[in-house]
């Protein structure tokens, strides 16, 4: 690492829990210095992992952070997978430049490595940072602003009358909505299964952060006495001269049948005294269903962005982890600067049942670096696209349509709640 202005290297050292304030405090101060509210302290505290987490230390002075936590990630063909979700990175901008971020992404990376993790995730702040590590953006969300006094749901399936839709209070129906979320990990790439703790996340509501809006709502949506979904939502009430323009701000949605997902979303546009329903936070799946129920698409202003970064850690065990849609065979020859470990050439044998991915002498078919596979990795970007602006070189003709098939996956990958 460079040295700082005095001549001696920040000191990069696990962190202590007594340390923890002052760590967290230098977090907060690199994004911008808007203390949370007491809860949101205590939640982060409760939920930081202090022997995954690393701080740079120049003397008392805290100046970098860097944490992870232990996720377990969906991913095409259903399986959950350890990974370490990389979160709370910050230098502070007295040591900017002296390669601070630089030796704790070093340090992560080898614990990660060690730990038997096959990858590593995280959301950016600032999407050019991350690629240098190895980073590709793996899974977008769809926002929306949707004008719902001239936008309509048309052609709902059949069996949405049949779903009953009621307020509860959020805390109250916590477990219910809960045990609805577990039923659906498995089914969506990049959807993290919810460690113990992480349930609270889902309840944060101080009351700065409403912006003008109401406390957090919920609803269930219910058939047969049975919970089959449930919306978390804001009402933020206004009014001009021609009337009640309120708007309505979702949260969170999750349903386990189409029926269900119809129903609670014909709710969100009917509350009275609204005008308007806005999808923001991490936003909705890029292939979510509402975009084929609504009259009028444009009225929506739909807006993808970037959200899941991940890298393989270990190549050989991330690739065999999932499935592919269509029998692969390809020789990927990959480059990793960072983590050197990866780099050679792999044959990936694989089909939706399993694969098997082991070093290889043989020719190469496709050339690319870690962060084209990272991208590509949860089905959601398409290697074949990937070519097209020149981040995969084909060797084999033929051979990145075959690989770039057999990555896809089913649905679009999506990551439902940020850390």
Not at 27 to 41: C, K, N, T
């Amino acid at each position: 690492m460079a040295t700082d202005a005095t001549g001696s290297a920040p000191d990069l050292r696990v962190l202590r829990r007594d340390d923890w304030d002052k760590w967290y405090d230098t977090l907060i101060r690199g994004f911008g210095g808007v203390q949370e509210s007491a809860e949101e302290r205590e939640l982060w505290n409760s939920l930081t992992e202090v022997d995954r987490s690393l701080g740079a230390w120049d003397g008392d002075e805290c100046v970098g952070t860097a944490g992870a936590f232990s996720f377990r990630l969906t991913v095409p063909g259903g399986a959950s997978v350890p990974a370490a979700g990389v979160t709370m990175v910050s230098v502070a901008a007295t040591h900017r430049r002296r390669g601070v971020l630089t030796s704790m992404m070093r340090r992560q990376l080898d614990d990660v490595r060690a730990s038997g993790e096959p990858l590593a995730v995280l959301t950016a702040s600032e999407p050019a940072i991350y690629g240098r590590f190895g980073y590709g953006a793996a899974t977008f969300q769809l926002n929306a602003e949707i004008d719902t006094t001239r936008v309509r749901l048309t052609s709902l399936p059949a069996g949405t009358d049949d779903v009953r839709v009621r307020y509860a209070v959020p805390a109250d129906v916590l477990d219910v909505c809960e045990a609805v979320y577990a039923r659906l990990v498995s089914s969506r790439p990049g959807m993290t299964a919810r460690q113990p703790g992480w349930e609270r996340l889902e309840l944060l509501d101080p009351e700065s952060d409403r912006g003008g809006a109401s406390a957090l709502q919920c609803v269930l949506a219910e058939r047969d006495g049975e919970t089959v979904g449930y919306a978390r939502f804001r009402v933020k009430p206004d009014w001009d001269a021609a009337g009640p323009d309120g708007t309505v701000i979702l949260e969170s949605l999750t349903a386990l049948d189409p029926a269900a997902d119809a129903a609670l979303w014909r709710f969100l546009f009917g509350i009275d005294l609204t005008s308007s329903l806005v999808v923001r936070r991490r936003g909705r799946p890029v292939d979510d269903a509402w975009q084929h129920w609504v009259s009028d698409i444009r009225r929506c202003r739909p807006r993808l962005l970037d959200s899941l970064y991940l890298r393989p850690v270990d190549l050989g065990a991330a690739l065999e982890a999932r499935t592919y849609q269509v029998p692969v065979d390809v020789v990927f020859e990959v480059e990793d600067a960072f983590c050197p470990w990866n780099s050679g050439r792999w044959r990936l044998s694989g089909d939706a049942k399993g694969a098997s991915c082991e070093r290889t002498a043989d020719a190469a078919d496709l050339v690319l670096t870690v962060r084209e596979l990272g991208a590509a990795y949860l089905g959601g970007v398409p290697l074949a696209s990937l070519g097209a602006a020149g981040r995969v070189r084909e060797v084999r003709r033929g051979a990145l349509a075959e690989a770039s098939q057999g990555f896809g996956a089913a649905v679009a990958p999506w990551l439902p709640h940020g850390f």
